[in-house]
């Protein structure tokens, strides 16, 4: 089934270049309404320029899209509102949200200024919450929604030099944990997209042999597919990478089941270590009280 986005309203923030202007693109390319959100800064979040968003609005009408920009910062929360209400402003409705927005202030954390961190911190994570929360009445009156975070391996994996952006990165995971159960029942599904691409946030940090195949297009069809009315999951990490997509999932050791009954000593837990730390057998994260029953009452200690 082909997938459109004809009569769907959708906000790209960061839409201005890199991975945020092909998503932009290709959801209009779709028949989706887009607003372009980029204040049009630099990487590290400095300065502004109208122009870049205006730049990606002119590209989508040419092409016979339609769009309209937002030059605000998501990084506020009140001109967060005004980004939601350009696109109700614009075209009456709201269906999808695309918090692509991201700045980068790379230090070692020994070197690194709380500002430096926090700011971070205030553009990826608190920059989508605040977008989220401004759509989420009207996702919730409409029964319908589609929001995608951008998480990283920063986070998951990790990465020199970058605990301000891995950290952003990671509570995203949490937060749409969570937004997934109070969203379900309104249809409003939030999924995150983890992309590697050449931008200009890696142009500097990756070899050129492997930024020549990783072109930021190459992430957008996962990011379009979440937003789409057949995007029926949510919660889930998708990796896109140079035309590579995957699932990406927490687990954890089968570990080992002390009787609760009786003292645990630290020693016992060093004993153990190599069992514990074992994931030759992994179970998937989050069963953790399923698990837990099965093996009380494997022990006998539940009926």
């Not at 009445?137 to 951008?150: L, N």
């Not at 301000?164 to 599904?189: D, H, P, Q, S, W």
């Not at 050449?198 to 142009?203: G, K, Q």
């Not at 009787?259 to 057998?281: A, L, R, S």
Request: proline content about 4%; charged content about 20%; glycine content about 10%.
């Amino acid at each position: 089934m082909t997938i459109r986005f004809d009569d769907r309203v959708a906000i790209v923030t960061g839409a201005g270049a890199g991975l945020g202007r092909q998503h932009a693109l290709l959801l209009a390319s779709r028949g989706a309404k887009v607003v372009v959100n980029d204040p049009g800064g630099s990487v590290e979040g400095v300065g502004g320029a109208n122009a870049v968003a205006d730049a990606v609005v002119a590209e989508i009408k040419a092409a016979g899209g339609q769009a309209v920009a937002s030059y605000a910062s998501v990084a506020d929360e009140k001109a967060a509102q005004t980004i939601v209400d350009t696109a109700m402003n614009a075209f009456g409705r709201l269906d999808i949200l695309v918090a692509n927005a991201g700045v980068l202030r790379d230090k070692a954390f020994n070197n690194m200024s709380m500002e430096d961190f926090e700011f971070v911190m205030k553009v990826h994570l608190m920059g989508t919450v605040y977008c989220t929360k401004a759509a989420w009445p009207i996702m919730r009156e409409r029964k319908y929604g589609r929001i995608v975070v951008t998480t990283s391996g920063s986070g998951t994996v990790g990465n020199f030099g970058q605990a301000n952006y891995g950290a952003a990165k990671m509570a995203l995971n949490g937060f749409i944990n969570v937004m997934r159960t109070e969203g379900a029942k309104y249809n409003i599904m939030l999924n995150a997209i983890s992309p590697s691409a050449r931008t200009r946030m890696t142009e500097t940090l990756l070899p050129e042999w492997v930024l020549n195949f990783m072109r930021p297009e190459l992430v957008s069809p996962a990011v379009a597919y979440m937003a789409s009315e057949q995007c029926t999951m949510s919660g889930e990490i998708i990796s896109a990478t140079a035309g590579s997509f995957s699932r990406v999932k927490y687990i954890q050791s089968e570990g080992v089941q002390f009787d609760p009954d009786q003292p645990v000593t630290p020693e016992m837990f060093e004993d153990n270590f190599d069992k514990i730390m074992d994931i030759g057998t992994p179970q998937p994260h989050g069963m953790s009280l399923q698990r837990l029953e099965a093996r009380l009452r494997a022990m006998g200690k539940l009926k």
